[in-house]
């Protein structure tokens, strides 16, 4: 056995590891956009568009990035070579996770919430969830909540670090202290901070009973500010909070448990886009029980409460598809021992919660982009769009667990992933 000062230098040694092998992905993924400037040619036997639609003998074109051209080619003509053959995979745009939290992760003693942990460890530890979820083919991600968010979207948009396209809301509105004036000016505060999106907390977490915290009135001066700064707004809403967030004019809820049937016709009628949870979150949190509890917030009394939810999440996203009208998009909520496993949310949606799989495709492509106000950017195969695309060995159509073997992953022109 070792003792106290080995163990820290062995500790020691072992993050200068870390840190090196991790500086090496940089450098070589920074090499590989270097190399990957200008035109690249990419064939599929079979692509989704993202939009609902299955493409066959397809060449793609792709010149600094944006696709130029997308062309379907006549059956046994001569497609000519291409850079990227990916004839064996299913090719799609990347996907879109619009609710994560990549800042999040188990401590140096495997918990969460670690006090004692160095700000330097933090960041690695943030840097590799961001590695793994592009890995995992999610090319466009939104984290509702953390400051640490700004610089990391930073460096990968900078190309310091490599990662999915990142949107971040850096803090979220939590105090239900705040007058309506307070409000306005928090929101004006996080919009001169740089935030892509407004995340509100309307509601107490599903661990403590899901009650709104927020007034309608609260509620409305959040939103209405959010519009006039041109941010969208995303609330955390559970119960009577979510027709509250949808009468005050709010843009998107996350969540949605125990929710009724009017609510949900009620976002319809608005046009408020909806994030429900069908299991990874719930499920990560059970899997990783013993390294949540003692953190703020995870008690014995909220792991049950998750685990009573988990199956009427289930029926609540069933009675959400059979809604009219309701903008479902893709959202997973990864937390601490989630990330990378994103696409274990396909899996739910479509084997739990009777999602097509084809809509449960397009629901984190083309439909999470107009989500997002994105739609001119990403989420389509087509001309004028970022190059975000990813090959994937088996079609999800037919057998959803396809999604778990992502194979090929290019973003913005840049192959990150090519394991063919």
């Not at 396209?165 to 850096?170: E, K, Q, S, V, Y």
């Not at 429900?276 to 509890?293: M, S």
């Not at 959400?320 to 937390?335: N, S």
């Not at 001309?383 to 975000?388: K, N, R, S």
């Amino acid at each position: 056995m070792m003792g106290p000062r080995k163990k820290a230098a062995h500790a020691k040694i072992l993050g200068m590891k870390n840190i090196a092998r991790f500086c090496f992905v940089v450098l070589l993924t920074s090499a590989i956009a270097s190399a990957q400037n200008g035109r690249v040619t990419l064939y599929a036997n079979t692509a989704f568009d993202g939009r609902g639609n299955v493409l066959h003998n397809v060449r793609i074109a792709v010149i600094d990035g944006k696709i130029t051209s997308v062309e379907e080619m006549r059956k046994g003509g001569d497609r000519g070579p291409s850079d990227y053959d990916l004839g064996s995979l299913t090719v799609m745009p990347g996907w879109i996770d619009s609710h994560t939290h990549p800042t999040w992760h188990f401590g140096p003693n495997g918990h969460f919430g670690e006090k004692d942990e160095s700000p330097e460890r933090a960041t690695i530890e943030a840097q590799g969830n961001l590695w793994r979820t592009l890995q995992a083919g999610f090319t466009t991600i939104q984290s509702l909540g953390s400051p640490e968010d700004k610089p990391l979207r930073d460096a990968i948009n900078n190309g310091v670090i490599p990662g999915p396209r990142l949107l971040t809301a850096i803090n979220p509105l939590t105090d239900d202290k705040l007058t309506p004036d307070q409000i306005r000016e928090f929101v004006r505060k996080v919009k001169a901070d740089g935030a892509d999106v407004l995340k509100i907390f309307a509601s107490r977490s599903i661990r403590q009973g899901g009650g709104q915290t927020l007034s309608n009135e609260q509620l409305k001066a959040a939103c209405d500010e959010a519009r006039a700064q041109g941010l969208r707004s995303v609330v955390h809403a559970y119960k009577e909070a979510v027709k509250a967030s949808s009468d005050a004019g709010c843009t998107e809820v996350e969540h949605g448990s125990l929710t009724t049937d009017e609510d949900l016709q009620t976002m319809a009628k608005d046009g408020v886009w909806f994030d429900p949870q069908v299991g990874l979150v719930i499920h990560n949190y059970l899997d990783h029980k013993q390294q949540f509890l003692g953190a703020p917030g995870y008690t014995e009394e909220g792991f049950a409460k998750m685990q009573e939810v988990l199956p009427l999440n289930v029926q609540m996203f069933k009675r959400a598809l059979a809604t009219p009208g309701l903008r479902i998009v893709f959202g997973t909520d990864a937390v601490a021992g989630a990330d990378g496993r994103n696409a274990e949310e396909f899996i739910y949606r479509v084997q739990d919660g009777g999602q097509e799989p084809m809509a449960a495709m397009v629901s984190a492509q083309s439909v999470a982009a107009q989500a997002m106000r994105l739609e001119n950017q990403i989420g389509s195969l087509a001309t004028g769009m970022q190059a975000d695309l990813i090959g994937l060995d088996g079609d999800p159509t037919k057998d959803i667990t396809a999604v778990r073997h992502v194979k090929f992953v290019m973003r913005g022109g840049v192959v990150y992933r090519d394991d063919r």
